[in-house]
């Protein structure tokens, strides 16, 4: 059947208009089908469209991202520091002017770098990881003990930036640096503590060796430090029986608000006592009190925290003085200077009256000098309460706190008491003469004032002065003045007499020779004629004097100065020598096993024979030292000559550690002076590997010698030490290697030759180091062919002389 196809339906249009009465007809159109094409282009076109919208949106999000970036960049770049995990190392931002935070690990690991010694860290807040001080210190060179010296102060705050504090360890900035220099040694040892200290013309820092932290009530929101050193009284190394150490240090203060240091004050301390934080005053803050208190002499510092108008400086320490009046009230300055003179406890107890006549009220600064000198009468009081065994304590004790009554009972109890006191007031170097005279002003009538005031005087001018100045007073009364003339007799017993009339303790050094007989018109004695004769089990001791001190300077010998009046030469010498009140003088024998005997000889008479000065004494007889040249020779000195020296002894080896440079020089020094003595065979000089290797083991002594702050290196050679470098060890076992002396060569802090004992001369060898009584630098006790030599360095001839 032949396919029919169908005419499409024409549209409608106007002309094919349906007219009336014509049925409507519904035509359902057919739906168009689209291609594939078309549906993939329009799906691609909807995508352009949301990738636009996506694209757009992440653009906005990386402009603001880079806007605040840039923000934290320019304001705070250390909030920015992450991205340099992803930057390379050219690219690194820059953390505004603080260092990348480090590690306390790495942190230790640069100090090491610089030769620097990471300290125990201390906390600043409580949590201790949140910030710290850090301690940095130094090893001093050419030192024994309390080697590491501080040298600076820092303060490290823990990093809260997120790259960091996700860490396992905590990173830290250095947020605060504080170097640190001790107080000079001109301050430590001021003359106003110690009468005796002579002016120092070079004036070094001494090391600060610790770091504690104030705790209990400190002052301000802050955080206080005490950085401490201390010092041997006497010499700056380890002295035998010189009694306590002087303590000194500096108080540093750390400001949370300003994150800074501040070094607040020095201080020192001549009993070894630490700064502390107490309430001294009626104020709320506490005070700083530093104690110097010398023997029974009370003397507090008090410091009180005070603002200032500065910005990284906002406070103070300052102390509380007695130097001007807080306000004018003639009483009031009255008490002031009795104050001033030592009687704290008489000052106080008139400044409660004067305080209880103003009902009660005074001034915030004479209230403060008030608790000032109260701190000091407690004091004196607990002192004079005290039970003591000696009479010159007690009196000493009593005069401080104003007691003259109950001093003067001791004073009168006993002749032995008499002459211990007599003792005491002969070595008053004012402070009790100012303490009477200050009362005789306050009240010149007052009976037992004026006693204490006349003994002084007799016991330190004579007699005549005291009887003198008695008459000369208007209002003494007969019977006042008959009983201190009464007190002034009993200065005439002969044990008060004899301490009187000494004017310094016996201060000899010299050799002894035992001999069997003396002829009586030889030597002279202070009570002559007298027969000189021994008692039961003595012997006579015969003492050459190589040194003695005469109360002003040390004299050696040959004694050529030394010019005795042609009458009373012996009174002269028992003077010149002080040896009135102190006769005895100490014998010490050396044994063949090298131990020390002592044995206590009495000075009997005096000898000035030429320019060489000789004594006289008895004791008990020494052992013999059978002539052996060998064995050190007998010494002889009082009691008040001199103190050994002993500074702790190192190795070359461990020196070399300290001071390669100068080790190397001294070691040729050593081998050379070994070759001109023969010790060692001529020639080439071995390597310094080679004698390091033999040396290296012999024990030397750093301490300065010549006074310039500097250490020289003492290295003594024993003859065991010598014979085992030429032979082996096995082949010396058995011999005398005692044969030979001990030699010591001393060196200079700039590697020079000093002091030598290879000099060809055997029987010269240095015996010990000492220190001399009122004499700065320390000495060498030299033994000589003949005799002892104290020898002192000379700035002048650069030598010891």
């Known amino acids: 059947m032949a396919n029919r196809s169908r005419k499409p339906t024409p549209k409608a249009s106007k002309q094919n208009k349906p007219h009336a009465g014509m049925v409507k007809r519904v035509v359902k159109k057919p739906q168009k089908k689209l291609k594939r094409g078309s549906w993939l282009s329009s799906m691609l076109a909807m995508s352009t469209t949301g990738c636009a919208y996506a694209i757009l949106f992440s653009s906005a999000s990386l402009i603001m991202a880079f806007a605040w970036i840039s923000v934290l960049f320019i304001f705070n770049p250390d909030q920015v520091s992450w991205l340099n995990k992803i930057l390379p190392a050219w690219a690194q931002i820059p953390l505004g002017n603080h260092e990348r935070p480090q590690t306390l690990k790495q942190i230790q690991l640069d100090l090491s770098k610089k030769n620097q010694i990471f300290g125990e860290t201390l906390p600043l807040h409580q ?477 009997k008479a005096v000898q000035l024979q030429g320019k060489v000065l000789r004594l006289l004494a008895a004791g008990p007889k020494i052992p013999e030292n059978q002539n052996d040249v060998l064995q050190p020779k007998p010494l002889a000195l009082t009691n008040a000559a001199l103190e050994w020296v002993q500074p702790f002894p190192i190795t070359l080896q461990q020196l070399h550690q300290q001071n390669p440079q100068g080790v190397k020089v001294i070691l040729s020094s050593v081998w050379q002076s070994l070759q001109q003595s023969d010790e060692v065979p001529g020639g080439a000089i071995p390597s310094f590997e080679q004698m390091q290797e033999k040396l290296g083991d012999w024990p030397v002594q750093v301490i300065d010698l010549t006074n310039n702050a500097q250490p020289e290196i003492i290295l003594t050679i024993s003859a065991g030490a010598i014979a085992s470098l030429n032979q082996p060890t096995s082949e010396i076992q058995g011999k005398n290697t005692e044969q030979r002396r001990d030699r010591t060569i001393i060196f200079s802090d700039r590697n020079e030759v000093i002091y030598n004992d290879f000099t060809g001369n055997d029987l010269q060898k240095l015996s010990a180091i000492a220190k001399l009584s009122g004499v700065q630098s320390l000495a060498l006790l030299v033994e000589n062919a003949h005799n002892y030599s104290l020898r002192r360095w000379s700035e002048k001839n650069q030598r010891f002389e």
């Open 127 to 603: 949590n201790a990881e949140d910030s710290l001080l850090l301690p940095v210190f130094q090893q001093r060179p050419n030192c024994q003990s309390d080697c590491e010296e501080l040298v600076e102060l820092r303060v490290y705050e823990r990093s809260e930036e997120l790259e960091f504090k996700s860490q396992s360890e905590s990173y830290y900035y250095l947020v605060a640096q504080l170097p640190v220099t001790g107080p000079d040694e001109s301050f430590i040892i001021s003359p106003s503590f110690d009468g005796t200290s002579e002016p120092q013309d070079i004036s070094i820092p001494l090391p600060l060796t610790e770091v504690q932290r104030f705790e209990g009530g400190t002052p301000l929101l802050g955080v206080w430090f005490n950085l401490r050193g201390q010092r041997q009284q006497g010499t700056d190394a380890f002295v035998a029986d010189v009694g306590a150490a002087i303590a000194y240090g500096q108080v540093v203060y750390y400001n949370p608000e300003r994150t800074n240091l501040l070094q607040m004050l020095s201080w020192t301390s001549p009993n070894g006592q630490l700064p502390k934080w107490q309430q001294v005053t009626g104020d709320s803050t506490k005070e700083l009190v530093v104690d110097q208190t010398i023997g029974l002499e009370p003397h507090l510092q008090v410091y009180q925290v005070k603002p200032l108008k500065l910005f990284l400086k906002p406070i103070q320490l300052e102390a509380i003085t007695l130097q001007s009046s807080a306000f004018k009230d003639s009483a009031y300055q009255n008490a002031l200077s009795i104050a001033r003179s030592g009687l704290w406890t008489p000052a106080f107890e008139w400044l409660k009256f004067i305080k209880k006549q103003r009902k009660g009220v005074l001034p915030e600064a004479a209230q403060a000098q008030m608790d000032l000198i109260r701190l000091h009468s407690q004091l004196t009081k607990t002192q004079a309460q005290k039970n003591w065994a000696s009479p010159s304590q007690e009196v000493l004790a009593n005069l401080i706190d104003g007691r003259w009554e109950k001093a003067l009972q001791v004073f009168e109890a006993s002749p032995h008491n008499v002459q211990e006191i007599v003792t005491l007031l002969k070595a008053d170097e004012k402070r009790l003469w100012n303490r009477t005279a200050a009362a005789l002003r306050v009240n010149p009538n007052r009976r037992e004032v004026q006693a204490w005031f006349a003994l002084i005087l007799a016991v330190q001018q004579g007699e005549g002065h005291a009887n003198s100045w008695l008459k000369a007073q208007p209002k003494i009364t007969k019977d006042n003045l008959a009983y201190i003339q009464d007190l002034l007799a009993r200065l005439n017993n002969e044990g008060a007499k004899s301490q009187i009339f000494s004017t310094h303790p016996s201060q000899i050094v010299g050799t002894v020779q035992p001999i069997t007989q003396v002829t009586n018109t030889e030597w002279l004695q202070p009570n002559s004629p007298v027969d000189l004769k021994l008692t039961d089990n003595q012997v006579w001791y015969q003492i050459e004097v190589s040194a003695f001190h005469n109360g002003k300077s040390w004299l050696n010998f040959p004694f050529e100065n030394l010019n005795p009046p042609k009458t009373d030469a012996a009174k002269f010498f028992w003077k010149t020598l002080g040896i009135t009140s102190d006769p005895e003088i100490q014998v010490v024998v050396w044994l063949p096993n090298g131990e020390q005997q002592i044995t206590i000889a009495a000075i």
